[in-house]
């Protein structure tokens, strides 16, 4: 097994974290996205799904047997508590599945991996990383992004933005921090200024 680094990525809704992620994985880093890990471990007659249906309702699950994501995301996301046992579930399988796949890269012979997870630090996963990057930006701006991705109207956006942190959180819990608000040349710039550094390191 080869030495290698494990980068913590994070940061708030809409402030780019899947484009950094793709600098990063341009300059020869592996990736492991904890949205894609979340989707899989709720896949149709898994362990998890059926936690989650027994918590937030049968009827978050269609009838095909996949997990009715909107539907969950308005009874999760209704308020702390509920987000909070959304997480408790959840959360466990993610983890088991981001320790699998970190240590088949590292067999793999990768010397860089970097963990995307936008609850890095609410899941206590950032204990498995070496370093940390959080990504931020203003949240005029983070909103931009959200309702040209997201088929999500400004209500939902501001509610879900609200039951975030902060970006004094982020900044607080970080090695490396990039301010987002800028256009694709001058992030690249930041992305590749943060890989300098931690390539010196």
């Known amino acids: ?10 940061g708030p809704m809409g402030s780019g974290k899947s484009v950094v992620a793709e ?10 996205d904890a949205d894609k890990i979340a989707k899989e471990v709720t ?10 249906s027994l918590c937030f309702g049968e009827d978050i699950i269609n009838d095909d ?18 987000s909070e046992k959304l ?21 793999d012979g990768y010397e860089k991996i970097i963990y ?7 899941s206590g996963s950032d204990k498995l990383c070496d370093k940390v990057l959080c990504v931020i930006a203003p949240k005029s701006v983070r909103m931009d992004r959200v309702k040209k991705r997201d088929n999500m ?6 509610k879900r933005m609200n039951a975030q942190h902060n970006d004094e959180y982020y900044i607080s819990k970080s090695d490396y921090v990039i301010i987002n608000d800028c256009e694709k040349t001058e992030l690249l ?9 931690i390539d010196e390191v």
């Open 1 to 10: 097994m080869s030495k290698s680094i494990v980068l913590g990525l994070t």
């Open 23 to 32: 600098i990063f994985k341009i300059n020869g880093y592996a990736i492991v």
């Open 43 to 52: 896949e149709k007659g898994s362990k998890t799904l059926k936690q989650l």
């Open 65 to 82: 047997g996949s997990l009715n994501r909107a539907l969950l995301s308005k009874r999760a996301f209704n308020d702390k508590c509920e």
């Open 87 to 107: 997480n408790a579930i959840t959360h466990p399988a993610i983890l088991a599945k981001v320790k699998e796949k970190i240590a088949y890269y590292k067999l």
């Open 116 to 122: 995307d997870a936008p609850l890095l630090f609410e």
């Open 153 to 158: 109207n400004e209500a939902e956006i501001i």
């Open 189 to 197: 710039d930041k992305v590749n200024s943060v890989i300098k550094k």
